[in-house]
């Protein structure tokens, strides 16, 4: 089975650094992505890893460990147009390579 | 510019009524897929198909049809078999081959289904 965890919801300060964390048990791994959600709109795309260590990318950051299971998305010097949702996505590696996906974490940002 | 358009965006329907969800592609991608969100759960998989002519169900497949005809287009219908339709569809789209391709979703707007 797919299980993929995620904070439910995060508040964080204009300007401040928030990290935002995805454990993942998947019958097979062929890579993470992080998308971007904001209410009512599409998912758009923001990185993806499929080996450990860290993918860096402006503003935003993804890590991650396989052996531990363990994604973290990095977002710094937040803007409040960073208030959305975060999904973290595992692709499985059998069958048709499917994305799976977290239920989300919706990030606030504050002034 | 490519991209991926879903329509309508809002659409009502009564109890007892089939709807079909329209998405079209200009990507050139080979595969797309159609994934349902509900508040608090994340996106679940209806339906996808890998190639024209060829479909697979996802984990909900249920009271839902697809077909793909054309690689451009990947339509859904809602029937009335669906208990619990009212909900955000969402089609999506991925380049299945390629130098460097990390093989990401591409997605439409979205569609919002209300049944009255």
């Known amino acids: 089975g797919q299980n993929i965890d995620q904070p439910t919801e995060m508040t964080a300060t204009e300007g401040a650094i928030v990290q935002i964390n995805c454990t993942y048990q998947?019958?097979?791994?062929?890579?993470l992505f992080w998308y971007q959600q904001h209410a009512g709109e599409a998912p758009t795309f923001l990185s993806y890893?499929?080996?450990?260590g860290l993918e860096e990318k402006g503003r935003f950051s993804s890590f991650l460990s396989r052996s531990k299971g363990y994604s973290y998305l990095l977002l710094k010097e937040l803007q409040m147009k960073d208030s959305a949702s975060y999904l973290c996505?595992?692709?499985?590696?059998?069958?048709?390579?499917?994305?799976?996906f977290g239920t989300g974490t919706r990030l606030t940002v504050i002034p | 510019d490519g991209g991926i358009t879903q329509s309508p965006k809002y659409l009502f329907r009564k109890e007892g009524q089939n709807v079909t969800l329209s998405c079209e592609q200009n990507?050139?991608?080979?595969?797309m897929y159609w994934y349902r969100q509900d508040p608090g759960q994340g996106l679940r998989l209806i339906y996808y198909?890998?190639?024209?002519?060829?479909?697979q169900k996802g984990d909900i497949a249920e009271g839902y049809s697809v077909s793909r005809e054309k690689k451009e287009s990947f339509p859904l219908t809602v029937t009335s078999a669906q208990k619990n339709p009212t909900a955000f569809y969402l089609c999506?789209?991925?380049?299945?081959?390629?130098?460097?391709?990390?093989?990401?979703?591409?997605f439409g707007e979205g569609s919002r289904l209300t049944v009255l």
């Open positions: 999506a789209s991925r380049r299945t081959s390629g130098r460097g391709n990390t093989g990401e979703l591409f």
């Open positions: 998947t019958s097979g791994f062929n890579g």
């Open positions: 996505a595992v692709r499985g590696s059998t069958g048709a390579n499917n994305l799976f």
């Open positions: 990507l050139n991608h080979d595969a």
């Open positions: 890893n499929v080996l450990d």
């Open positions: 198909s890998q190639i024209v002519n060829d479909f």
